[in-house]
């Protein structure tokens, strides 16, 4: 089945969730991830949710041809970035985050 182009791969972010929400999803149990700042490629083989403790990113998705589609985040910030995307992450802050991968990631559910 041909990848379906009208719909990008979108990253979706959440601005200061809140409390209950963090504990809810267990993110305190989640690894730990952190960069310094610099340009990093990345490719996500599958659905990745994480919230950053701190820093700031600017995300460049691969097949990005307008300033529109760059996404920035940061600290505080609960992220979800979804399966197949390619992109170049800008961090200009340190970044740590905790994050969990899901590895079925469901683009919708069919029950």
Known sequence: MAADTSNPLKIIVQRNPSESQLSELGIKSWPKWGCS??????????????YLVRGRVKVYPKNCSTDQE??????????????????????????????????????????
């Open 37 to 50: 700042p610099g340009k990093y490629q990345l490719k996500f083989d599958a659905q990745e949710t994480c």
């Open 70 to 111: 760059t996404v920035e985040f940061g600290a505080g910030d609960l992220v979800i970035i979804p399966k197949g995307l390619s992109c170049t992450w800008d961090v200009s802050v340190a970044v740590d985050k905790h994050y969990t991968f899901d590895a079925s990631s469901p683009s919708s559910s069919s029950s």
